[in-house]
């Protein structure tokens, strides 16, 4: 079923690539026309709404770039269903494109020896943009990404976080429903990072945009997505609420007091503690299946008059760690 | 139609604009190619001066003759791309991900988006030339031959272009095909620049029949300069633009092949 609301859907489909056989020597790799197939995406299966913001996670080589590659209509699944706005991007690929708006973080598709207002002008030709569009989208980037500044200068003259604004402008001018962005702030220091961030969030707030992130910066995840899909060696492994993964996973968390008066000791069930400065300051790991942090901050603040208090919730790159690391529970 | 001859002509200013951020490197590339070429025209002049003609073949019919394949090598270099050498590197760096993800054909975009702008010196060369020539032996030329020679020019650069994709296009099978492109196409194709009759029949099977260059130049030169003498000759002779069309749709049909096949470099 090709469903209306959904932007993205995907039904299981599979991804893979014959690769020749490496071992057993040089004649052999030579003249050897063994091929064993690898799956880059296996069977996956998920649904993207319009105007949802979605990271999508996974260790490297698990099968995102891959994923958004089918999405975009460069190349085709093995098998499986993928449908974007109710079409097959790879059999209505020139279609597709207008719809869909690609940044690839790791190439170009600025004119390098072009001031970035000529790739700009040309996409405004190959998409047909109007002039009313163009003019309002062009505004808007230059407010969020401060591209006057870079105007006149040829691309091969840009910093990596210049170049990458205008990277995503490229990709934006024609207003596509659904925004790809794979690993976009790779490489990039803070300020240009929170500019991006804050762009994508008003790209999505004014037109709806849906977006599709992949990143293994956690922060970008944490402030732009609000979907989460996690996939693992070519599978989906989680499909939720970012809030969700981090109730679902979130097992400790840190809560530190600084006290009125020393205490020596401080014993609650399910909360390892640590006292410094002679006791005025305590900080407890918190296990979450036992206890909770409202609890251990109540029990303390019944000993001594609790001064300044800060819980440390567990980040979500620890998340991602611990699942990479030992799978999905 | 008439948008695409916009979008080319967008293309073409921004090329230049381009290519002047390097303005000496643009006009001396013009100029060296302009030298090159010019030499290769004289050499024809003193191998006549000094042997009298190559098997019937005067000066004149020689420039003619060279004149068609560099013509046709030039159109198809200067105004569309020489994806013999370049499709292996769009596909190895995975830049050829980034024309598929625009509303365009991915042919057009290849053709739009690397145009040889030197190619202009050997362009205005080959005029000086072939025009003195056809000048010089214009009392042999029959109208029809005037005409055949405009056909082949135009035919002529989508033989060469089917060269290019087709050579350009098993990338997506082999990914690398630099050198496979150099012999095959560059030093197999430089028979053509002398009348193909003086080689060996093997040659000439080749040439015909397997890697059909001869269809560039050799053989509308025989009707062109009316040197068909046998049945078979005037049949090749005017088969040639046909010939040229056909191999131009076979490459752009295994293009598509390889295209559909090609699995896109690791990201």
Known sequence: ?????????????????????????????????????????????????????????????????????????????????????????????KHNAYNI???????????????????????????????????????????????????????????????????????????????????????????????????????????????????????????????????????????????????MYNKTAVVKLSLSSAVSNIAILGARGMSELGGRQWSFLVDKSVTTTGRVVFEVSQIAEVTELEIIEQAMEDILHDIYKNGVR | MLGNIRLYGTFLKLSLKGRMEYKFSFFSSILANFYCYFITY?????????????????????????????????????????????????????RLDGYLVRPMGLIQQLLLSRIALPAIGQIIVSLIFVVTAFIRISWKITVFG????????????????????????????????RDLAITVYYDLRSFINYPIVIFPLIIRILLTYVFPWAFINYYPCLIILSKAKTQEEYILGLLSPIVSILFFLLSLCVFHHGLHRYSSSGS
């Open chain 2, 42 to 94: 004289l050499t024809y002049w003193v191998i006549t001066q000094r042997f009298g003609t190559i098997s019937g073949w005067e000066y004149e019919d020689l420039v003619i003759l060279y004149g068609l394949n560099l013509f046709t090598y030039s159109i198809a270099c200067a105004l569309f791309f020489n994806s013999a050498l370049q499709l292996e590197r769009e596909i190895t760096t995975g």
């Open chain 1, 101 to 247: 708006g690609v940044v690839f973080g790791q190439r170009s598709q600025l004119w390098w020896d072009l001031p970035i207002g000529d790739t700009f002008y040309l996409l405004k030709k190959i998409y047909k943009i109007s002039d009313e569009t163009y003019k309002q989208n062009l505004n808007l980037s230059k407010k969020y990404l401060d591209l006057e500044s870079i105007w006149n200068q040829p691309v091969r003259q840009l910093s990596l976080g210049q170049r990458m604004r205008a990277e995503i402008v490229a990709a934006i001018l024609h207003n596509p429903k659904l925004l790809f962005l794979d690993e976009p702030t790779i490489g990039l220091d803070i300020v240009v990072k929170h500019q991006i961030r804050e762009f994508i969030l008003k790209l999505n707030n004014d037109y709806k945009t849906t977006v599709i992130l992949t990143s293994h910066d956690m922060k970008d995840i944490e402030d732009i997505c609000k979907k989460i899909i996690l996939v693992d060696k070519g599978r989906v492994a989680i499909d939720c609420h970012i809030d969700e993964l981090k109730q």
């Open chain 1, 1 to 93: 079923m090709i469903s209306v609301e959904n932007i993205v859907q995907i039904e299981n489909i599979s991804r893979e690539y014959k690769v020749a056989k490496r071992d057993g020597g040089f004649a052999k790799f030579i003249f050897s026309r063994e091929h064993e197939i690898v799956y880059a995406v296996r069977n996956i299966s998920f649904s993207v709404a319009k105007g949802e913001l979605v990271g999508l996670l996974g260790p490297n080589g698990s099968g995102k770039s891959t994923t958004i590659k089918m999405l975009s209509g460069i190349i085709t699944p093995s098998a499986g269903k993928l449908y974007v706005m109710g079409n097959d991007p790879f059999k209505r690929r």
């Open chain 2, 146 to 177: 005037y005409f055949y020679f405009c056909l082949s020019v135009l035919t002529g650069a989508l033989l060469q272009s089917g060269a290019m994709i087709l050579i350009g296009s098993l990338s997506f099978w082999m990914l690398r095909t």
